[in-house]
């Protein structure tokens, strides 16, 4: 049965019910369940705020019209949506014996299939919920773009199959964006897959209680992008530190030791915005304090490198180990994850340790008022917000269970809560402008200051080229804010020749990334200063510019400076992006929608409008082909020569250049 109530249709069916309303400019959203009512959870969207659809209801089923969007449901429940120039965008994959096929302005038509498929599958779960099967049509032309960070190296995702699960390295952000002019999310915090075949597109939840979609309709990607960020949320205006460069390595091992490394690049007259404490620096796991054998007065430290115009940022665990001191506590209060089944341990890296839960409000009052006490209070205004998928030592997804529900449920809420955790301390004390480095992102993690980087990822040539399409994905997936260890996280030697050419180019790629930030793991390790707390861990060997050798030096601190300059260009990026969610770097073809080629293009990007950067990815490479948009005229950064559009030129790449072209003659001081 079809009905309507305030602007949204209605069916229902079998125990069924489904719900189509207008949701945001352009958009809509879908949900149906076979519960007694439907579960009022929102997930990665903003409250409603549109007003009602247009809906018309016949004998043979009925539309609703939002905006350049239009549904048509048939009498059997079968939907399909359309744009405002009546192209098919997307339609249910149903084969069955009561099936009906709407075009906009034709009769519909009937035929039956002897497969009974139905397109929205809820198969119950003896004891439980349901497993949910999502299918739709697939369009072999169609491009896919978005989904999050995934280590592969595949810009258009037609073709895929994907985890809809967090890990190290990897985050599940699932929007896509199609080339057919829409966009897509799959408003559903559990775990599952999603296949973009060539024969359909699959959604699959493991565990639910509902099917939960948006989806929209645009004329370019902008368009699409922008209403996606106004059900979502944008991220905050980034402060005027994150323009600049980030230093980092695994690990400082003491307060001297920092500030030491912050006083040279003061000596040497090298651009540093922000330098990080990594993880060990505690006393223990679930502590979130200082080891004052190792950072005797913090207070003082952060004086003198604020002093420098350098902020300090410290890195911050969820996890809490068995003998920290506020472990009783938490677990008597029902702060911590639980476990299922078996002991409650979800890592053993240094001790067992479970992770405190964020979805509960009481458990991230908790934690941030510890944070607070140790950290906030001595002025440290940046937290790195590490661990955020939550790691497991097993991915068992079945075994763990948070306060809003089993992790196959709701698991992938995790890393929104967790820097919501920071987020609400943060503004509480008054604080405006917020970034968090998080390990991992979820859609809407954004609006809670989430500045996202790639994991801890190899240091070689195939992993930069993995990274490329993950921030060009993570962008369109709505998460502007994004970055990466400069060079990689495991291994690499800064003395091996080898690695250093893997370093001078990644990072000159990191340059023209939202945030430039060094990191990594570097060979050989040191050995650890104690046998527990902040001296428990080992570190890795020296990460600074200077690190690397004269040669890379010189183009490392080349690069610095052309960061430093370009920093009020960056800005008006993070203005857009606060504004309208606009992603700071992404593919040729969101500014460039009409020109068919740049949908192919995989291998470069656009840094904001007017910046064109073109990566050297493989070892020894001198020169590479670069395609030029249509529609523009693009001046060679480094030469000054100028090209016309919608053409492949052949560039050369000196160990010190990487590609760069600006458009339409704007003036950005590249050297």
């Not at 400082?252 to 690049?265: D, K, N």
């Not at 001046?635 to 053409?647: F, L, M, P, V």
Request: charge should be negative.
């Amino acid at each position: 049965m079809i009905s309507k109530k305030n602007g949204c249709l209605f069916f229902t069916y079998d125990g069924e019910k489904l719900w189509i309303e207008p949701w945001g400019s352009n958009g809509m959203r879908v949900r149906a369940t076979k519960l007694p009512e439907m579960p009022a959870e929102n997930w990665a969207l903003l409250p409603k705020k549109t007003g009602q659809g247009e809906i018309s209801i016949s004998e043979t089923g009925a539309t609703i019209v939002n905006g350049k969007l239009k549904a048509i449901l048939s009498n059997s429940g079968r939907l399909a949506f359309y744009n405002d120039k009546e192209e098919l965008l997307l339609e249910e994959y149903v084969r069955n014996r009561k099936e009906y096929r709407f075009t906009p302005g034709a009769k519909p038509t009937s035929f039956a299939s002897a497969l009974d498929i139905e397109a929205r599958e809820f198969k119950p779960i003896l004891g439980g919920d349901y497993c949910l099967t999502m299918r739709f049509e697939s369009a072999l032309e169609e491009k896919v773009y978005g989904m999050g960070q995934y280590q592969q190296p595949f810009l258009d995702l037609k073709g895929c199959e994907l985890e809809l699960a967090h890990r190290n390295s990897q985050a599940s952000v699932p929007f896509m964006l199609s080339s057919l002019g829409y966009g897509f999310l799959w408003n559903n915090p559990g775990v599952g897959r999603v296949t973009f075949g060539k024969n359909l597109t699959i959604w699959n939840a493991i565990s639910t209680k509902t099917l939960d979609y948006w989806i929209c309709a645009g004329d370019t990607p902008s368009e699409i992008v922008e209403s996606y960020a106004q059900v979502t949320g944008t991220v905050p205006m980034m402060p005027d530190y994150g323009l600049g460069f980030w230093q980092s390595k695994l690990r400082y091992q003491t307060q001297e030791e920092l500030l030491e490394v912050a006083r040279e690049y003061k000596r040497r007259d090298l651009p540093l915005s922000v330098i990080v404490i990594d993880f060990f620096h505690w006393t223990r796991q679930g502590d979130w304090k200082f080891d004052p054998k190792y950072w005797p007065d913090p207070a003082k430290m952060v004086k003198e490198l604020n002093d420098m115009e350098i902020e300090v940022m410290v890195s911050i665990w969820p996890t809490v180990d068995h003998k920290s001191e506020n472990y009783e506590e938490m677990r008597e209060k029902g702060y911590l994850i639980r476990t299922d089944r078996g002991h409650p341990i979800a890592m053993d890296f240094h001790g067992n340790t479970i992770h405190f839960d964020p979805t509960n409000p009481e458990a991230r009052a908790y934690v941030w008022n510890k944070v607070k006490q140790n950290y906030y209070n001595y002025g440290i205004r940046i937290f790195w917000l590490d661990e955020a998928e939550p790691e497991y030592t097993y991915y068992d997804y079945d075994l763990y269970r948070y306060h809003l529900g089993p992790v196959a449920q709701i698991g992938n809420i995790y890393p929104v809560a967790y820097a919501k955790a920071f987020y609400e301390g943060m503004r509480a004390e008054g604080q405006e402008s917020i970034v968090n480095l998080v390990r991992c992102a979820w859609a809407g993690s954004q609006r809670y200051g989430a500045l996202v980087w790639s994991g801890d990822i190899h240091s070689s040539f195939k992993s930069m080229r993995n990274q490329l399409v993950a921030g060009l994905n993570m962008g369109i997936a709505g998460i502007p804010w994004w970055t990466t260890d400069i060079g990689g996280f495991h291994g690499g030697c800064p003395d091996d020749p080898e690695f250093q050419e893997v370093f001078i180019r990644w990072f000159q790629y990191g340059t023209f990334c939202p945030v430039m930030r060094l990191h990594g793991d570097r060979e050989p390790h040191s050995k650890p200063l104690g046998t527990e707390g902040g001296g428990l861990c080992n570190s890795g060997a020296a990460n600074e510019v200077w690190s690397y050798g004269e040669e890379a030096y010189r183009i490392c601190v080349k690069y610095l400076y052309l960061r430093d300059r370009i920093k009020p260009y960056v800005k008006q990026l993070m203005k857009a992006a606060h504004e309208k969610g606009t992603p700071v770097m992404r593919p040729l073809f969101y500014d460039f929608p009409t020109d068919e080629e740049s949908w192919s293009i995989e291998d470069q990007y656009m840094f904001g409008p007017d910046i064109l950067v073109a990566p050297v990815l493989y070892s020894g490479m001198k020169m590479r082909n670069v395609y030029l948009p249509e529609g523009a005229q693009w001046e060679n950064a480094w030469t000054g020569k100028t090209y016309s559009g919608g053409q492949v030129i052949e560039v050369s790449t000196p160990i010190d250049e990487i590609p760069v072209f600006l458009k339409d003659g704007v003036e950005i001081p590249i050297r």
